[in-house]
């Protein structure tokens, strides 16, 4: 296979500059090493956006928050367009005492330096009107009416979808396993064949230094940080209406609670080095997490969670503070871009696309504008947010959307089969553009069903369904095939 | 049937929901309509294909799908009306209720009385926080029982089972019968979860290793699981150091408990009680909801299919009277509160116009036991236990010799002396 | 001649009973037990320990890709995996009616295995 540009990865970042570049005249080719899109640390965080203010905080002269305020007014309209939710949530920064507040005066007044100017202090009153639940220690709070909250999986998807739709192909399930420099060109092996290409654009996520050093074009060192993110029951409503966000008492630990875009809560808490590739969550920083989203919200419990996970956020000089990040074309190799923001990654992906094309564009990329680029992308329905007289055109129109398959969170047989028309092959793939399995029961009740579609509509058998692509096989024999072989 | 005139609607259609609209009809309600959003009558039953069901309702033992085929027989033989591959999405607090299903699209009624049986549902990984990696692999023992009794599969060959509850050790037995190697039951207490008699049919009789005071403390495996480790705890659940065991699987179930599924109770309004999670109900299993009826494990969950079949027919009879007469006849109310060693009782509140029957969960088990009731029942027991739900019969002749101006009743256990 | 020990479960206390066995094979002495109802049901247990067999079969030319069966009346327990066995090649089609005879006498114990819901499509 022979292409223009290559763009490794497909989390939020990749799939940016994939759009991106669907705006021109230029063959592109996206590979992702997962089944399905935005499965690293795209998926694994927070979803908080439109960040700037927050990121005063790590020095405002550095590219990664020029990058994020740049972003800011950037984020809703990209939504729109390629037809994502988006919801503006707000943050309340809360501030416990005198020393909370005179940190909070001097990020307000460095903000409003750079012309930010919605930033306001919010008394202890006012805070107890907006947030009734939020703890009694707070004496008032930081309130940026900025914040927003998206879905990180679905904006990627949408991203990758739009850039397809503009001439953009998309390799799922590929790996790149060694890259060659050739005098102009690079030669990539990935798991599905070669690939040559001239311009790389390095957007693997945790690899993204691994992938660097096919070619040596590393000059930079990268820190795994791990965070947890925990998910609260729906049933909490609207406990909290904005981000909240108390400051840690103790150096890698964050405490935010705030809604996502679906209706859960999500809280992040404690950041800590950890080996790449290590998801597992302990015990004790579960319990760290709980601890911490009490001090927000005293009246949470253990039996509200309903899921935890962890995610990886790449840093450069940790030690020092989470000053810099890499978006830049190498120093070492022609043509090769590296991006990693670390945080706040999903924030800063608008800004950071644009960004990218001009850097490929000063490594020689001649970009002629494409007349056919369509910016609007529109999403599959989702059923439970329909009008009931939608819902009833669409049943009349496609009887499977009457069949309700997850009642956790009202997820019907229509909507999972448009999801795997449009490109999902696995169980979490499913989970992941339809919620189906993302409820109160975890997909306890919808995962039979769930395996017995996409064995349908992929024409393969239920034992070859996986969870997550690769070897993650959810059925390992059929009925009778053990004792058969014992006997 | 026009569905516009509906006297009784069941939400499920489970050993609760069948015989509480069978008893419904037979009670003289007219227009009783099922709603069931499997492909056929029975809910869980017909994955259930063991026995040890209508011991007591039937005097047989019977296995699932046979206890479902009587009472299904009953509701066609009664012309009960049944919505199936439905489900219900909404009900509110003035009975009006939406419903979807591919054949009619989007249903909207509003029943002259709604009974709610909808059962419950498992308690996921998700919610236990196990920490370690995020494999296939992993089920709930009750989705891993659909999986093996009505789609035809078998997970994996080498398992563990987390948690001793009923489901749990049953399906220890049937992955055995079909071929697996149950490599251990790991429960955290003491004590099985579950019945007695599964403890011995399902882990004696095919020994199968069960490790009591032990609980998985990590999940191996990145694509698929191969290992959990497991660790002794101590008598306040916590693992105890330098007890940590890996042993080697390729499935995980986990059966670490039941919730009662009261999502759309919740969305009509109906009180629930913290203790069951499941509604708050008086002996005619009325909720707080006039008109709204509940029965089976979506009030409380049971051990005996039998008694879920009982307890839905008072719902049934009680949604009957409340269709002929425009409510349920009340005399004076009685509140029940849980005592020492008590998790819970249903009915939460009482009357004093009739017989009652209790039932309630201790926290812990114990030996040599008094059972009380206020000072009108006392009762010696030699063991309680948290898997097996005590009842109580109260006769009115009891409840109406109680003192003036009594409101609160406490049920308690406290150890004999 | 020895010692065996039986779990009653008549009651949930769920006695832990040692059963005295004599040179004969026959229960002498029972020790453990809190009741006379559970000594009648472990001595009956020991002398003849008899299970409920369930099992699922295949089908062909069906929706369902099972059937749910038993024996209609309990068979030792000893013999319950062989029974698991039997079943592996069997197959059966629509239309089956709860109760109908799948395979009779299994393994000559007298119970036949028998549909326990119907298969009608």
Redesign the interface.
Known sequence: METEVLIIGGGVLGAVVARELSRYKVDVILVEKEADFGWGSTKTNMCIVCQGGDTLEFRPEYHRSKLVWTSMPLMEPLCQEIDVPFKRVGELALIRNNEELSKFQKLKARAEKLGMNGHQFIDQDTLRQMEPHVTRKAIGALFDPNIAVVDPVRLTIALIENAIQNGVDVKRETEVIEIDRGVNQFEVQTSRGTIQCRYIVNAAGTSVDKIARFVDADDFVLYPIRGYVGILDKNLGDLVKHEIHMRPDEIGQMNILTPSVHGNLFFGTTMQPAMRGDYSTTRKIAQIGLKNLQKIVPDLSEKDLINAFAGFLMFRNWEVGWHECVVQPSRKVPRFINICIGYPGVSAAPATGREVIELLQREGLKLESNPKFNPTRKAPPVFNQLSEEKQRELISKDMRYGHVVCRCETVTEGEIVAAIQRGATTLDGIKFRTRAGMGRCQGGFCTPRVVKILSRELGVNEGKITKKGWNSHLLLYKSKELIEAQT | MKYSEIDVAVIGSGPAGMAAAIKAKEEGAEHVLIFE?QEQLGGLL?QC???GFGLLYFGQ?L????Y??RFAEKVRDLGIEVLL?T?V?QIASDRKLTA???????IHLQPKSIILTMGC??R????L?I???????I??A??AQ????????????RVVILGSGDIGMIMARRL?????EVKAVVEILPYVGG???N???CL??FQIPLLLQHTV???HGE??IKAVTIAKVDDEKR?IPNTEKTIEC??LLLSVGLIPEN?LS?MAGVELDPLTGGPMVDPFRETNVSGIFAGGNVVHVHDLVDHVSWEAEIAGASAAQFVRKGKVEKKKKILIKPGENIRYVVPQTIHTQQDVTLFARVKEME?NVQLKIGDILSQPL????PG?MLRMELSQSQLTGLKEGTNELMVECRKRR | MGEEMVICIGCPLGCRTKLRIDRRGEVAKVAGNKCKEGRQYVVEEYRNPVRTFTATILTEKSIRPLLPVRSNRPILKSKLKEAARTLIQKKVKPPIKMGQVILPDILNTGADVIATDDLLN
């Open positions: 959003r017909h294909i063991h026995n033992d296995t699932g799908p046979e479902a085929h591959e489900m999405t979807i299903n591919n054949r009619n699209g989007v549902r498992e996921s990984r998700g919610q926080a920490p370690g990696t995020r494999p296939a692999g089920f709930t009750g989705t659909r999986l093996v009794n009505v789609e035809g599969f078998v997970p994996g060959k055995t019968l079909e071929g697996a019945l007695t008699r403890e011995v049919q004696h009789d403390t990590q999940i694509q698929r693992p390729d499935t999502e919740r030996e030699r063991v309680v236990k097996e």
